[in-house]
């Protein structure tokens, strides 16, 4: 065993190696939370949630001959259906924000269901470096779903629009430029979604609670049209959709803002997440175990 | 140097004040640490020092046991109070957790780990490189005898392997301060035995070991000091034959003895104040006696031996155990 003056002595080590010993921790708590992220059974419901629009588009564009067709000869309506349905009302309005809202409130409310937090609180990790690895754990998980489930829906849109011109679509023509958007708006959406569901699941444990945390912020979020434009610049979506390479419609009776340039929107996103993780850093340091009360 | 030291008022007076300071960093220490759940009381006004070696925690259910473990590990903040633990905080994880190995009472894991991953899971969390985390986590896994079932999944371990598999997460860093909560829960009679042995091994190697259980009479055998808890206070610390001495002089001591005339023995006893009961045993080959003054009471049984030519076969104090103790001050018996 350890003799207690030695700890002691390395105890006190210095500030580099305090960051050193930070992003080896963050890195061990990636690494065992990523797993835990895709390999557990709660993993099962943003399988279904990335799979399905991918599914979805793929059909109507494989065994849909007729909508293969037209979207072939007018593939600016392809496009128009693509950004306005599969993207916005599918991928990001539905799999990203409830696969966001499952995986980053279950990071810390799910061990306390599973009665494993404790673990991590006994470990000798500065508590804000936990929330800091278990939100970089979500992201990696998340992009890489919800960028997979991005990048397969804008295979199926090329795919309708055939060869050779969506080749040509893609190296000539505006494609590649149109798809890296796209995932980047996905990352984005991964980046707020995720920030503001895991303080969710950290202030409130309760599954009902939390859920109707979810949908109050999904009808905020869904109903940001309505909402004038100082209001709007604080929902995820605003910033998300300044980004779109397709304008996205949003119906009669939208308020028009002043869409953001994506050099605000991009650095005012990470602000706010940058905020809310603070949040959960200073709530995470009171934070006591109390399974028993669960 | 050191004479030079011993020559110099001042830095005698300095070497002194450190050493001080060293020994302070060495204890547990409560001062006046309460913690109320909501209105509900956990702990009251607690003052403890530890110092290194077994040290149990008794008491009923709810007690306080637990909340005072969690309170050491910070699981959950005290209402008022400080708690030092070799001299810092609970509030500083990231120092306190290289030297505290905590094994609680939650019989729960990460999902679908075995043994061994179980074990090594947490341990880069200490700076270690690969390597030195499989050495550590095989290292604990043969103190608590479980290498062979290291590879086997957590979830298929009887009660007693996913006490030991704890026990060795806790004890895989080598802390130099380990908190049990009913550690030896669920273990058979040799699991039990093992690690009452690897406790005091733990202890002898200079570690605190802070240990929660129901078991007294195990309790009795391993501890070095206890501190017996009822309501959420502290009713009595120290060594259990001290605390026996210092909270319980008052109680009478039951005293066992075997010998060729009881009858003679009660009569000659039963005059003495200090004599509170004299029994015969139904054998008529013995009795027991209970007295407020042990030192009085063999002084005069030895003088009783010699006047009346008494044959004596044994003496021993039937109640002078942890158990006794508990039924004193609690109102309750252990298991």
């Keep these: 065993m350890q003799n207690p003056d030695v700890i002691h002595q390395q105890l006190t080590g210095n500030s580099s190696a305090s960051w050193s010993l930070w992003l080896h921790q963050m890195l061990a708590i990636l690494r065992l939370e990523v797993k835990k992220n895709f390999l557990s059974r709660r993993a099962t419901l943003i399988y279904l949630l990335a799979g399905a629009p991918v599914l979805l588009w ?54 306390m269901v599973d ?55 893609l190296v000539n023509g505006p494609g590649l430029k149109h798809s890296l958007t796209y995932l980047a708006m996905t990352v984005l959406a991964c980046i707020g979604y995720g920030a503001m569901f895991m303080v969710i699941g950290l ?9 109707l945390l979810a949908l109050l912020f999904y009808g905020l979020e869904w109903f ?44 005012g996103m990470l602000i706010i997440t940058a905020l809310v993780l603070i949040a959960a850093g200073t709530r995470i340091r009171r934070m006591e175990v109390h399974y028993g009360n669960e | 140097m050191e004479a030079a030291l011993n020559n110099n008022p001042e830095a005698v007076m300095e070497q002194t004040v450190e050493k001080a300071a060293v020994a302070a960093d060495r204890m547990i220490v409560f001062e ?20 290194p070696g077994i040290t149990s925690l008794v008491g009923p259910n709810g007690s306080g046991k637990t909340t005072l473990m969690n309170l050491m590990t910070g699981l959950i903040q005290p209402t008022r109070g400080r708690i030092s ?111 009452i042995a690897l406790f005091r091994e733990l202890a002898d190697e200079g570690l605190h070991l802070i240990i929660s259980s129901h078991i007294l009479h195990e309790v009795d055998t391993m501890s070095d000091s206890v501190v017996l808890m009822n309501n959420g206070y502290v009713v009595a610390e120290g060594q259990v034959q001290g605390v026996r001495e210092e909270k319980i002089q008052d109680h009478p ?32 080959r013995g009795l027991f006696i209970r007295t407020r003054d042990v030192d009085r009471f063999y002084t005069q049984l030895n003088r009783i031996v010699v006047e009346s030519d008494l044959s004596l076969e044994s003496v021993a104090t039937v109640d002078d155990d942890l158990n006794a103790v508990y039924q004193y001050l609690i109102g309750t018996g252990g298991q």
């Design chain 1, 203 to 211: 202030f409130f444990r309760n599954l009902i609670v939390t859920l």
């Design chain 1, 224 to 267: 940001n049209f309505l909402m004038p434009p100082l209001l709007k610049k604080l929902s995820v979506i605003h910033y998300i959709h300044s980004l779109a390479p397709v304008p996205i419609d949003e119906g009669p009776l939208a308020i028009i803002g002043e869409p953001t340039p994506w050099w605000v929107a991009v650095p």
């Design chain 2, 32 to 51: 006046d640490v309460s913690k109320f759940y909501g209105e509900i009381l956990g702990v009251n006004r607690v003052n403890l020092n530890i110092a």
């Design chain 2, 253 to 284: 001591l039951q005293i066992a003895v075997r010998c060729d005339q009881p009858a003679l023995l009660a009569a000659r006893l039963f005059t003495e104040p200090h004599i509170v009961e004299a029994r015969i045993h139904e054998d008529r």
């Design chain 2, 85 to 195: 633990i070799l001299g810092l905080s609970p509030y500083e994880p990231e120092k306190l957790f290289r030297l505290l190995g905590y094994c609680g009472q939650f019989d729960s894991f990460p999902a679908g780990m075995t043994g061994f991953e179980f074990v090594r899971a947490f341990l880069p969390l200490h700076g270690y490189k690969k390597q030195q985390c499989d050495e550590l986590a095989w290292r604990a896994l043969e103190r608590v005898s479980l290498v062979e079932a290291a590879h086997r999944k957590v979830a298929g371990y009887s009660k007693g392997m996913r006490q030991r598999v704890r026990l060795a997460q806790s004890i895989a860093h080598q802390p130099a301060v380990m908190i049990l909560d009913e550690p030896l829960n669920g273990l058979d009679p040799m699991a039990r035995a093992e690690a």
């Design chain 1, 115 to 169: 009665k494993s937090l404790h673990y991590y609180f006994l470990s000798p990790v500065r508590r804000e470096v936990l929330v800091a690895g278990k939100y970089f754990s979500g992201l990696v998980t998340s992009i890489f779903l919800f960028g997979s489930s991005t990048v397969g829906a804008l295979f199926f849109l090329c795919l309708a629009r055939g060869y050779p011109a969506n080749v040509d679509y």
């Design chain 1, 58 to 111: 793929a059909a109507l564009v494989t065994f849909d001959s007729g909508a293969r067709r037209d979207f072939s000869q007018n593939f600016g309506e392809a496009q128009s259906i693509f950004a306005n349905f599969i993207y916005e009302g599918l991928i990001l309005r539905t799999a990203v924000f409830f696969g966001c809202a499952w995986t980053f409130m279950n990071l810390f409310r799910g061990e």
